[in-house]
């Protein structure tokens, strides 16, 4: 196992930190998929990205043939599923942390669209197999989460509404009704990711199941809707800055009196928010490594273009001009406190479960996915036009990076609660503010010296 | 005439600063350009996307039918060649100052990609008509600039090198040769918007005629290149983020022994730089009073937003929570300081020409399109995922507005430019500083006071 | 009369886009205050501060020589009471616009604390005297007015109190009680700026005259009290980073029982809050342009340091290091447009009186002070550590600027403000947006074309 | 020992990553530290303050009594010398890592001026004892370690010159001359810190011994002078911003001929380089964490004032204004990620001493300062004019801090030096990156696939 490839795709410095943190199966398993990736995965995003027909009626149809190669190889060597921590799920899970995940999915997040997919690791199948496998009923494992962590088929989470301010899940319209042993659901969602995929199997749909009931977090549950349910209709496929992210896609989908067995009730009735809140904690925490690893990506691009000695203009280098080299420490500086902060909320998750650690990885949510904009943007700029082009990922890059700042809640939204959460520190620090004082006063008035104070 | 959309369409405060330099004919065209826009090319804009195929095969053929129609009604209007200004183009143009226009061109802002084309003053064609109004020769004015005047015909200007940090311009490596009475060029090229539509007939090529000429600005010329003429590869079009912006296109070029007749020379051997400085000077004015233009429709699309009874979350409108009021009053203040910035600019090359306005230029050039990205960003993130997508026009005009921080060389360039005009005053301040301290220090003596200055 | 000075102290492109809006008169003044400035005020700075005793004991008994042999030759000059708008007072202003003396207010701010004393434009008395010449009675502008106009006392404007969130006005507190034909004054006020100068010889007291009115905008009154007045107890100098200010001063205030006669009350019981209202605007814009000065003299002062060859390091010039010609271009362009902020907001005042530009005051309001601070920050930077030390204006100038963030309510207020105010706009944008979407569908359907909008 | 005040004074989360790594005694003594901070040290300040005289005459010759009885309470707690780390000084060192020390630093960095000279930690007496304790002879260590262990002497190091640009250290001018057994010293230095102090017995002067050395890095040399050794002359105190920081202060100091023996002479001829690269490492890390406590007690202000009910505006608490839960959202996250940052620093020079952690301390010096003046800017913001005077700490340690960006060399030098760094993994990476352009075209050729990359 060399050591080396791990502490330059991490950092020295955070690996310094957290070292001690990781079991000799990590390790061995952090260095192989380093390897994999570095040898395997990322010079066949060209391929795969090639392997995508161009044709409208054909690009939602392909199965991507390298990424499929791809999985068979990387099961072999141990790397699939690695999300899923045997801590929290003893039975499906493997046996890594939150933290040592954390550091191989911003590996991933250097690979580009693929990485995830190959060691089956991507969203939204991620946070499904977490819910499936934390809630789900033996049937519904047998019948879903199986075939899920096996690869063999993919899955969407429904929730997002159009006309609906559904950053607010409280706001979600879409009626799920129980008629005897069935359940009917009628709605409108878009953005859902994944529901393009020829092997998207099932729908977990979040809807409206009571909506009378006192408590707006126990309106709504969550069920499963196999993609093929009549009734299930996808209406096109949104785009992000000019992307449709073919074949994966983000749907926008009309469920129309579709009718699934009460068996396909995840959890139980009125526990779809419960169900969100464990699903999205980690997952946000997977988001920001792999964007730390897209912006540490995006730096290294910028590194080879400002050396390049075929890039001179007016005689020099590009990064003998203007502000690039403050640029590059500056994107360096913030990738490396980003990465900090993104580990210590993965090791709160370890510690304290993801409700025990909202704060961090509220942080998280709002700090890093602006950041590697920011670096991104900077080496776009580097590239000149070529960096908004189709032949640098950054433009791309930046594009899912952009959504980020969307999904999964807004920025003001996580700005604003861990701005709150600060604040329920006041009547502690205004307790000890009016302690300090008292005893400062006390102190002047021994002394004999009288303050405006 | 209505002042009032003049003032709301620019804002009181800065119409206050420059009325009484319009002339009746430029208020009464602002006031119909308005009309005009409002009434018949904003609503028109989903038809015209609409109308262009979603089929790559087709995608590139297309003459948009709503587009034509409206070019015809902006005409009988007498909203035709808007920036051509009549001082500086006698024979052809309109009697518009520059300041004049530029008002003009943010009100064309707002109408999105069709707006430009429809009154005929879009780019690349109004760079390239002024190159042949002021450099052409009179059969090349009879054979290109009267068609492009006439809106017949389109045109590309292609200078942009793939393979070649073509923001230094000396880089250039397209060769130019004389063979007898022809002219041979050989050159790979990219980014040459417009090359792509149907209707465009003409390049205007820019390469090295005089490799070895002691001047690195005396090496280049500018030749006309007939977009069928034998030897013209359109390779591919090159996508702005996921934008192909067909039916125009930014295309891969390769000049392969093109051969055109010594009478194509534009203004005379060795003269390419002298061209492009004089095209460039207005059109960035053009560009920028668009980009204010843009960003304003943002804002305005924001308010909406966040004022919409719909789109309430935990109980508020959108603008009731965290920095929204805040982002928005941003945002004016900075749409207000750039037209100032830019409109001053514009007075500054009426008065001066482009050269003696090159500071004014240069600072427009590097502060509006980051500032409009800007402002298009906050908007993106007030209307969430829909943002992002083609559903609203945010996504696609940052991905244009992003571009324009890249094309007439990278914000860096201008910034160096600027910074470098500002040291030229160091000699002076240094003069006046020594100056200013010997009477300081004269005063200090008189008094009998000892310093430690 | 020299143009070129102006020019180069104001900047030609904004000058072009204000000179025909300058009556002779003010052309010829202005020359004349740029040309005694420069020879006269900027070396005396110095000598002025010499002047001021270190001694705590004196520091506040002097006034300073130098600066009354230069009000002496300023008065001679015709250089006397600039701020006061013969337009808006006939009897006593000087015929000069709001635009005309902002031009000016540009160049008092590159002369240090003395200059705007120089020439009797210093707050508070600039507003004091808008005061008296406005909604004074005979009475008090034959005892207060004149020898104020005369530059032979000086006054305080009291309104901010300590303990109270005074930001928000109406939570006042002081009282302000009519006995027979008497005025009692009770309050404890801070930051009461002028104060401690020997010859401040009235304070303007804003306080609670009918605290129970059904309408919080008519509770209060102004009434003028006598520095000397029993009850007026100066109790210390605020600080401000350090800097008391002397012989001006910022002072905590306490008035205890001060009793007045009737006739002192200002314009009427209960118009306080109009009399602040009047008083702010063209104040605020007064401090922006000198901010803007300050500004332009920072810059002025790095591009000196920078290019100064005594100071190389690493074998460069400063300049030729890292981010420094960027930070120049940068803060160039920022005074650049800021600049063209305020001129717009002093014409609009001149248009429509302060009530009808407080958008473009409070957008001035918020933007100078910040962007004046960030120039002075960077050429602190350039400086190096006397760049924070009294052997360079730059820390005091900080200091100052960064107070005006605070002064007549913080950033946020106005913010909140010109925010709320774009808000306003947002019915007429929703309908006009309606009626665009109404035309958009109805061309839609016209050709046949069905889409997801 | 109570863990919970550790984590209130730390941060949960990077607490939870560095708590393995403490040994229990640094537990102990870190648990110690924070309950005499809170107790004794916090409540002690106004007093101490209250000490220094405003006489100008009188406040440099003070020392402060409660300081001086805090010293005993501290020595008797243990809490003494921190900073001296045993594995680095193994016979005067205290059994603390530099990470364990970091956080003490944090600590001490909450308690204002007074908290680092009371555990006897406080620059430049920790460098000075550093530099006696690694390089002074046994004579050397006895007359001057000793008494600054223990507590009974200050000290001084001069370095920076007045009318150099010293932050590029080979400018320095100070003459060191041997003469028999003498060494005679000549030069103008300014801001040498803690030589105003009644106490301060030594200065350690570096001053040029070799100029005409062909390694610009073997000129300087590192001498002991006694503070009153004849030709010390002391001019006048520097100031901050407007604080004279009595009774230490920034003395500008000429050496005048000043003669010491040769024994005083440290390390060796030549080896002043040598001695300040050594000395500067941990000493910013130091800096870096006590900036990272004054943020921190400047947000806990912040929430105090913003959630008091006395401090209503326009009916509502501060914190619901504006972007007040954003800015303090954001002050949050940026601390957090800083401390972060300064402790895997740390860590990194215990695992590789400080020319090992190069980088890490670079980017911390550049990134820590800048943040925590942002965050104590948004708190004076909160605190309106109140927060910019006397009555808190914040200007003066907005002062403070502001100076940290220009002391050991300004940001713009550390950035650079990290861009440097950075760009030494250029060939890697442009090696690595031609190796997956490799793959990348071989898979696609056997795929048969053409692409234009």
């Not at 730390?292 to 990064?319: E, N, S």
Request: glycine fraction near 8%; aromatic fraction near 6%.
């Amino acid at each position: 196992m060399a050591p080396h490839p791990i502490i330059e795709l991490t950092s020295e410095a955070s690996w310094s930190l957290i070292e001690d943190k990781f079991s000799p199966f990590a390790k061995e398993t952090l260095a192989k998929l380093i390897e994999f990736q570095q040898n395997e995965v990322i010079p066949a995003q060209a391929l795969a990205h090639a392997q995508i027909p161009t044709d409208p009626s054909k690009r939602w149809k392909v199965v991507i043939p390298v990424v499929e190669e791809l999985k068979v190889k990387a099961r072999k060597l141990g790397l699939w599923n690695l999300f899923l921590s045997k801590t929290h799920y003893p039975e499906h899970g493997v046996p890594l942390t939150n933290l040592e995940y954390a550091v191989m999915a911003e590996v991933l997040g250097r690979g580009g669209h693929i990485a995830s997919e190959i060691v089956n690791c991507s969203a939204p199948d991620t946070g499904n197999m977490e819910v499936l496998a934390r809630y789900g009923s033996p049937e519904q494992q047998k019948k879903w989460l199986l075939p899920l962590l096996d690869g063999k088929i993919r899955s969407a989470f429904a929730m997002t509404e159009r006309f609906v301010a559904s950053s607010d899940a409280t706001n979600i319209k879409t009626s799920i009704v129980r008629e005897g042993n069935d359940i009917v659901i009628n709605g409108h969602k878009w953005w859902i990711s994944g529901a393009g995929d020829p092997r998207c199997k099932l729908h977990l749909v979040m809807g409206k199941s009571d909506p009378g009931n006192a408590s707006p977090y126990n309106q709504q549950s969550v069920v499963i809707v196999p993609a093929d349910a009549p009734g299930v209709k996808i209406i096109r496929p949104m785009q992000v800055f000019g992307y449709d992210d073919a074949p994966e896609g983000h749907c926008e989908i009309i469920y129309d009196n579709v009718r699934v067995p009460i068996g396909n009730l995840v959890l139980g009735w009125g526990k779809g928010f419960e169900i969100i809140q464990g699903r999205l904690g980690p997952g946000r925490i997977h988001h920001c490594m792999r964007s730390i690893g897209a912006a540490q990506m995006a730096l290294d691009l910028m590194i080879t273009r400002v050396t390049d000695p075929t890039r001179k203009t007016f005689g020099k280098l590009l990064y003998q001009h203007g502000t690039v080299v403050a640029d590059i420490a500056q994107s360096r500086a913030e990738i490396e406190s980003s990465r900090l902060l993104v580990l210590s909320a993965a090791l709160q998750i370890d510690k304290y479960k993801a409700k025990g650690a909202m704060k961090e990885i509220g942080i998280a949510k709002f700090v890093i996915p602006l950041m590697a904009c920011n670096v991104v943007d900077r080496a776009i700029q580097a590239f000149g036009a070529e960096g908004v082009s189709q032949d640098q990922p950054l433009a791309q890059l930046y594009a899912g990076l952009r959504t980020l700042r969307l999904a999964d809640g807004p920025d003001a939204v996580h700005i604003q609660q861990v701005g709150q959460r600060e604040l329920k520190r006041a009547p502690g620090l205004t307790k000890k503010h009016a302690e300090v004082k008292r005893k400062e006063k006390a102190l002047l008035e021994n002394a004999g010296i009288k303050t405006h104070l």
